[in-house]
T-cell receptor, first 118, second 113 residues
């Protein structure tokens, strides 16, 4: 079983629709929860970042974390064609490498391909 | 702002050849990372450098070596390329090593024949 499960889609919606993207996870040590957006042939860019359970809103985007259910969601309201991209969930727990240095051990979901058509 | 810059953007190698992927960031970040992205596998960490002067293995380090040249630059070397290393490689950096807020480059597409 993968630590992070994400439905790869693809997901196709009409412009203006509400989009719901979800990830489940099994590692209770995860503390930071992120959503990255990746346009075709580009690098991922951080979209939303949350720490612990609860909601966070940024414009048309809302990130939700439910640590008790090990479930995170990203909602996109009034979706636009420019939202067409791959959305990756990512989760982090502090870790120490062999040299004793700390780093963010990030585990990514597979990514969901979203297309918003006019 | 340049952010994270990777070179080259595209490369074709023959099995057994070697090459180095270069990465530089201008955000004064402490931590730098190399990931590979494959269909159905997501992003997997190859190596990371939590701070200048340190490097550590990630999830899939076999067949790769890295060098943290200075605070800005972090290179990834394939000593003897194999077809299994055909992938898209991403360099990333972060200011705070613990949290996982990463800034990615645009990627380097590598094909090994």
């Amino acid at each position: 079983q993968k630590e992070v499960e994400q439905d790869p889609g693809p997901l196709s919606v009409p412009e203006g629709a509400i989009v719901s993207l979800n990830c489940t996870y099994s590692n209770s040590a995860f503390q930071y929860f992120m959503w990255y957006r990746q346009y075709s042939r580009k690098g991922p860019e951080l979209l939303m970042y949350t720490y612990s359970s609860g909601n966070k809103e940024d414009g048309r985007f809302t990130a939700q974390v439910d640590k008790s259910s090990k479930y995170i969601s990203l909602f996109i309201r009034d979706s636009q064609p420019s939202d067409s991209a791959t959305y990756l969930c990512a989760m982090s727990s502090p870790a120490r490498g062999a040299g004793g240095t700390s780093y963010g051990k990030l585990t990514f979901g597979q990514g969901t391909i979203l297309t918003v058509h006019p | 702002n340049a952010g994270v810059t990777q070179t080259p953007k595209f490369q074709v190698l023959k099995t057994g050849q070697s090459m180095t992927l270069q990465c530089a960031q201008d955000m004064n970040h402490n931590s730098m990372y190399w990931y590979r992205q494959d269909p159905g596998m997501g992003l997997r960490l190859i190596y990371y450098s939590a701070s200048e002067g340190t490097t550590d293995k990630g999830e899939v380090p076999n067949g790769y070596n890295v060098s943290r040249l200075n605070k800005r630059e972090f290179s990834l070397r394939l000593e003897s390329a194999a077809p299994s290393q055909t992938s898209v490689y991403f360099c990333a950096s972060s200011r705070y090593g613990d949290t996982g807020e990463l800034f990615f480059g645009e990627g380097s597409r590598l094909t090994v024949l």
